[in-house]
C-alpha cells in the first residue's frame, strides 16, 4: 500500500506526528511526507530544533522545545518526493491523507495540492486527520468528501471516526522497573513540579513511581497519558469519569477508573499491583502504540 502524507510541516502537532510516525512504521518508505515532517527525522530535528526553520521563518513556540517522545526517530529518509502532482493525478497513491487538515488547508500552510487531490482522488481513498482540542473546532463541509477522523469526538455522526495519539513502540519499557515512591513528581498544571529537562530524566520520574497523576489538558488525550503506560506506571486519572465516551475510545478506561479508586483510598499490595499494571501494559502494546493507532484507522476504513 503506498500512502501520500499531506503535511503542514511547520511545528510539531501531536496527532499529526503520531499519524505519521505509525504509518512510516507500517508501511516505510511507501508512507511519504509532503512536505516532510522534518522533526521526525533524527538530522532535521537536531539541525532546527532551537533554530530558525528556514522556510518557516521563525524558530518554534515556547514550549515546543520541551515536547518529547515522537520527535527524531528516524535515522534513515529515503522517500522519493518527486513528480508528487503527476502522481495524484494518475492515482499512484492508494490513499491521501491530510494530516491536520485544519493546517494544510489554510493557505499559510501551502494549500498544497488541494485541488489536485479533490479533483482526482474519489471520497473513499481521502482521510482527514483533525486533532484539534476542541470538539468544535470542525470542519463540517469535509464530512462525506472522506473519512474524518476526529480526536475530541463527543457525539455520534456518519463519516466522522474517533482516533487518538499514540506512543511510539520503540518507547515502550519491557522490564518492569523498580518503584521508590507512590505518586511521580510531576502535578499537572504545577509548573513547579516540571522539573526534567531531558526525556531520559522525564521517563524515570514515571518508571520509579507507581502512579503518575495525568488529567484533561486542552483537550482529554494528551502525551502524558502515553507517556506514563510505557514506563509502566498507572495513571491516576481523577476526572477521568467525565470523559465522554467517543473521545479516548481505545483507552483502558475501566481498568484506570479501577485503579483510581485504590489511589484514592492510598492502600494496595504489590500483587495488586501487577496484576492490573501487566493489564495495562498489554493493553498498551495492543492498542496505544502509533502504529496500531494508523492500523486501526485503516481496518475503519475498510470496513465502511
Not at 61 to 69: F, L, N
Request: glycine content about 6%; proline content about 5%.
Amino acid at each position: 500500500m503506498k500512502v501520500l502524507f499531506v503535511s503542514h510541516a511547520g511545528f510539531p502537532d501531536f496527532q499529526h506526528d503520531v499519524v505519521f510516525h505509525g504509518g512510516r512504521t507500517l508501511l516505510g518508505d511507501d508512507f511519504v511526507d509532503v512536505r516532510k515532517v522534518w522533526h521526525q527525522y533524527k538530522d532535521d530535528k537536531e539541525k532546527y530544533w532551537n533554530e530558525e526553520i528556514p522556510w518557516w521563518n521563525q524558530k518554534l513556540p515556547k514550549g515546543v522545545e520541551r515536547m518529547m517522545s515522537l520527535y527524531g526517530l528516524f535515522d534513515t529518509d529515503n522517500i522519493d518526493r518527486t513528480d508528487i502532482e503527476t502522481k495524484i493525478r494518475t492515482k499512484y497513491f492508494d490513499y491521501i491523507i491530510l494530516g491536520s487538515v485544519h493546517r494544510v488547508l489554510q493557505r499559510d500552510c501551502g494549500n498544497l495540492y488541494q485541488e489536485l487531490i479533490f479533483n482526482h482522488y474519489p471520497a473513499n481513498k481521502l482521510i482527514f486527520i483533525d486533532g484539534e482540542d476542541s470538539p468544535d473546532h470542525f470542519i463540517h463541509q469535509l464530512v462525506g468528501k472522506g473519512f474524518y477522523f476526529k480526536r475530541e469526538l463527543i457525539w455520534d455522526k456518519p463519516g466522522v471516526f474517533p482516533i487518538t495519539f499514540g506512543i511510539p513502540r520503540e518507547k515502550l519499557v519491557t522490564e518492569f522497573p523498580q518503584k521508590t515512591r507512590e505518586l511521580a513528581h510531576i502535578i499537572p498544571g504545577d509548573f513547579s513540579t516540571y522539573i526534567y529537562n531531558t526525556e531520559e530524566e522525564y521517563y524515570n520520574g514515571y518508571k520509579e513511581a507507581y502512579f503518575g497523576m495525568t488529567t484533561k489538558k486542552g483537550g482529554w488525550d494528551c502525551m502524558r497519558h502515553y507517556e506514563i503506560l510505557a514506563n509502566r506506571c498507572i495513571p491516576y486519572f481523577p476526572d477521568l469519569p467525565e470523559c465522554p465516551h467517543q473521545t479516548l475510545y481505545n483507552f483502558p478506561k475501566d481498568v484506570i477508573l479501577e485503579s483510581n479508586k485504590v489511589v484514592q483510598s492510598g492502600m494496595f499490595d504489590e500483587s495488586w499491583y501487577m496484576d492490573i499494571e501487566n493489564k495495562l501494559h498489554e493493553h498498551t502494546k495492543k492498542y496505544l502504540t502509533t502504529d496500531k493507532v494508523v492500523e486501526h484507522m485503516f481496518n475503519q476504513i475498510k470496513s465502511n
